[in-house]
């Protein structure tokens, strides 16, 4: 088999078998590695993939990952084109939407919702982002509001798929990612390495994060996957990207406390800070959707 086959084929035993995929751009160069993985994904599917475009109110407007313009001009035209292409190049139908709103966020998710989509794919502006990202960014509520799972890709970022790394707190909004990464290394042969990470906030709490593992290495090893463990003590969001960057994974997967922790998650949490400062990519798992 082909290299390019392969890397059709894993994609879908990685994120399992998807029937709507959502692609939100914002016409700009960050939305490089979300439009590659996108393509790919629906690829190996073989499913048509749906590009959301927001038009927001504010020229220029900026804010955790994506940028709306007021008006359509040429230098869209151009984007969308380009796109059309590489769509085009791996087979894939693509259809263009293009939503006006004053809330880019709730564009995003009232699109998701309307097309029951399964997982909805976003681009990233790196850490420099970070505390505008926090302070109420389209990404933070896109995660906090979402009806499915969201990946976000960095610009220059491609899921690999051979290393993954699970992030849990125990917390019943972690146990569908939990559920999620297992399933993902149990499917998909192209997995290499499989890492979870639970992380105490002081060393009182030690106890609960090895707990979290213990319950996780029972879970997979029924499933017949290998997974090595690592319970960290210090504040979570750092010590889940010092791992990540460690164990040299290029998914972490974990999950979102949803909409009834809006306002924590504005202020930063654990998820929203991971997916602003994780060198590689971040599925973020909703807890039973909305």
């Known amino acids: 088999m082909d290299a390019t086959k392969m890397e059709v084929m894993y994609r879908q035993e990685l994120m399992g078998e998807l029937k709507s995929i959502l692609l939100a751009v914002d016409g700009s160069d960050y939305s490089k590695g979300a439009v590659e993985e996108a393509i790919l994904l629906a690829k190996s599917c073989s499913i048509k993939l749906t590009m959301l475009f927001v038009q927001g109110l504010n020229d220029g407007f900026e804010t955790g990952g994506m940028t709306f313009v007021e008006t359509m001009d040429r230098r869209l035209d151009v984007y969308f084109d380009t796109v059309r292409e590489k769509a085009a190049e791996e087979n894939v139908e693509l259809e263009i939407i293009i939503r006006r709103t004053s809330d880019a966020y709730r564009g995003i998710v009232d699109e ?84 979870a ?66 306002e924590k998650l504005l202020m930063g949490s654990v998820a929203e800070r991971v997916v602003a400062l994780a060198p590689c990519s971040v599925l973020v798992i909703k807890n039973g959707g909305l």
Do not use: W
Not at 134 to 145: C, Q, R, W
């Open 112 to 195: 998701a919702i309307e097309r029951s989509s399964d997982i909805i794919i976003m681009g990233r502006r790196g850490m420099t982002g970070l505390k505008r990202m926090i302070m109420g960014s389209v990404t933070a509520k896109v995660l906090a509001y979402s009806p499915c799972k969201v990946l976000v890709v960095p610009k220059e970022t491609e899921v690999q798929g051979e290393h993954i790394m699970l992030a849990t707190d125990g917390s019943k909004f972690s146990a569908a990612a939990e559920l999620e990464a297992i399933n993902m290394a149990a499917r998909c042969p192209f997995v290499r390495s499989f890492h």
């Open 197 to 262: 990470v639970s992380v105490a906030s002081t060393k009182e709490k030690m106890p609960e994060a090895l707990r979290n593992l213990e319950r996780v290495k029972e879970m997979a090893t029924k499933r017949g996957v290998k997974v090595e463990t690592l319970a960290l003590v210090g504040e979570p969001y750092k010590a889940v990207v010092n791992a990540s960057m460690e164990s040299g994974a290029d998914l972490v997967v974990m999950g979102s406390h949803g909409r009834t922790g809006i």
